[in-house]
């Protein structure tokens, strides 16, 4: 592929037509689609997704494929905009021929594309975080990643176990922090804890000392609760151990990578945030159930492609595992009879968690799927 | 032959055509899609043609229309029952009291000044989309609502290709009878030169606004054609880059060319779908067709290509 930057127009246009001929005359293989965000400012989800796709699809087909056909994946590239995505499952479905479908990197892309394989009995297995997806269940739309819904019951159980009942919320204006922050409003009662602050800031600000201050002299304040994405997060970190608060404070699973870290410095110190076990492999305990796939999957991804693993493209192996399990239970390559195997997916072991789907749960992941992390010394480590 | 080309009816009569026995070579439900997306870029081509190409005004906030067409469709069935005809009119009329009144003086600008008051101005409502998440859904997007008439559903792709076809021809219609009208005169004339058309006694500002709004009009209808084809709006239908590619589509198609800003829709709708097979190469070869599209036909692509085939005829 290297040399065909040196001497783009011809060659380009020959080694097309020749990929073209190629997908024509290949036979005999299982086509399955995906249409990602792999360029755009979606990239960080849609760039590793595509490359686990990739790398496991070869792994698979190098094994002797599945049902003793070989996999053959058709990857566009969305960028994250809806209305690409809708055209490309359009062509997957009509044109290519697919016989199931893993991803849609976020929500808006996944949401404009469910009509397209409602209509057509086509599964579709979606890496898009929220609950939109699954709630309510449709026939042939699945997804692997945990909801924004679970990661706020999973703080708030941690919350309850320290005996915390009221909290400040500071949250991002981003989609991220916005359809947490909904989430969270929607489930805190049942914990019994009270939002005595709630406030929030735009996804460029520089500074959340005024809102913190305002939380920080809200009554009988027990602990501050982020949900956010990006840099916002680490600003606001910084300015909370600026301010001087004593109550703990709970960042989002979308500040788990170490540039968080980095970025926060020392201001990290004590926060507490529920994460994927990717993000600790090596730290699990041995008897770990989830530590050999946590562990498998980040080197293989680490190896191939020199660039540290992210829990993104761990949903892209969860989808592509579970679809492929569910073609091998079902033996054949028809649609309908894959829906029917995903949906019976139990215990399935993936890098988000146990997996076990049902007719009304087509997410089938349950609250250990988050680990609780804390930082401590500049690194996470595990709270349970 | 020529007589009958230079006919007024001939542009939406050729489009028709086009759309006629396109619908017969098009082997399936997604390459009627991908052309019911060019006739629906294609509408908003052509209105804002109107506004670049024969009066000679920028917009780069056109796709602000647009997204205010999508989510009128969205919004108002699920706010207020309304039904999607006439949401999406409702739509075209807050979009043309909207570019009425701020056309006034954002108007006033000129060049790079004006640009950037557009620009602006699109940013403004796409901000406003992706920020009144009670309302849009947010940057998430929001469902549509399929379109029902007398108890008829309209979807699947051979539905949408017809009436986006059909909207498509009478967009085409209307702007040639607008460019051959005393307004279209009137255009052409402060394109040319705004002091000489004052100077012929044509009320300067006050073309410009009703070209400004017949433009976002024709924006709005044609972004509520693409929310209902859809079934699902996302902000990014109001966002920059879509105004970028709006006046991309007009400069390659051809500025004052209404069958050019078919062309120019059409290459850039269809070109990402043909350069899929590039792989990671596909940004790079499209950035370069355009730029020797540019290059090779300066005036874009059609008015290039009528020039040529005349100058073969001497």
Known sequence: MTNMKTCLGGAALLAGAAMFAGTATAAETIKIGASLAVTGPASFLGDPEAKTLELYVDQINKDGGVNGKELELIVYDDGGNANKARTFATRLVEDDGIVAMVGGSTTGATMAMVPVFEDAGIPFISLAGAVVIIDPVKEFIFKTPHTDRMACEKIFTDMKARGIARIGMISGTGGFGKSMRSQCLDVVGNYGIEIVADETYGPKDSDMTPQLTNIKSADGLQAVINPGFGQGPAIVTRNYSQLGFDVPLYQSHGVASKSFIDLAGDSAEGVRLPASALLVAEKLPDSDPQKAVVTGYKSTYEDATGQPVSTFGGHAYDGLMILVEAMKRAGSEDPAAIRDEIEKTSDFMGTAGVVNMSADDHLGLDLSAFRMLEIRDGDWSLVE | ?314
């Not at chain 2, 098009?26 to 209105?47: E, T």
């Not at chain 2, 006050?206 to 693409?226: E, N, P, W």
């Open chain 2, 1 to 314: 032959m020529p007589a009958l080309l230079s006919h007024r009816l001939a542009v939406p009569l050729v489009i028709a055509l086009v759309v006629v026995a396109l619908s017969f070579a098009l082997p399936s439900n997604f390459y009627l899609r991908v052309a019911a997306l060019v006739w629906i870029s294609a509408l908003a081509v052509i209105g804002l043609n109107l506004l670049m190409g024969y009066a000679g005004q920028v917009s780069l906030g056109h796709a602000g229309f647009f997204g205010l067409g999508a989510y009128a469709v969205a919004v108002l069935p699920a706010q207020f029952a309304l039904h999607p005809l006439l949401a999406a009119l409702v739509g075209a009329v807050i979009c043309g009291l909207i570019a009425f009144v701020v056309g006034r003086p954002i108007l006033k600008l000129k060049g790079h000044y004006l640009a950037v008051a557009t620009l602006g101005f699109g940013i403004l409502i796409a901000m406003a989309i992706s920020n009144e998440a009670w309302l849009t859904g947010g940057p998430d997007g929001m469902p549509v609502s399929r379109m029902t008439l007398f108890g008829w559903r309209a979807r699947g792709a051979e539905t949408w290709y017809w009436i986006t076809g059909g909207l498509l021809v009478v967009g085409a219609w209307i702007a040639v009878n607008l460019v051959a009208s005393p307004t279209g005169r009137a255009l052409r004339a402060l394109h040319d030169s705004e002091v000489a058309a004052r100077v012929a006694g044509i009320d300067v500002a006050r073309y410009k606004v009703r070209v400004f709004v017949i433009s976002a009009v024709y924006a709005s209808v044609a972004g509520s054609a693409l929310a209902l084809v859809n079934g699902f709006v996302t902000p990014e239908t109001a966002n920059f880059m879509h105004s970028i590619e709006l006046v991309t589509m007009v400069v390659v198609g051809g500025m004052g060319s209404i069958l050019g800003s078919v062309a120019g829709a059409a290459i850039l709708v269809v070109l990402p779908q043909v350069l899929t097979a590039f792989h990671e190469y596909e940004h790079m070869l499209l950035g370069l067709m355009m730029m020797v599209i540019m290059i090779v036909l300066r005036s874009g692509i059609v008015p290039s290509l009528a020039a040529l085939i005349q100058r073969r005829r001497k």
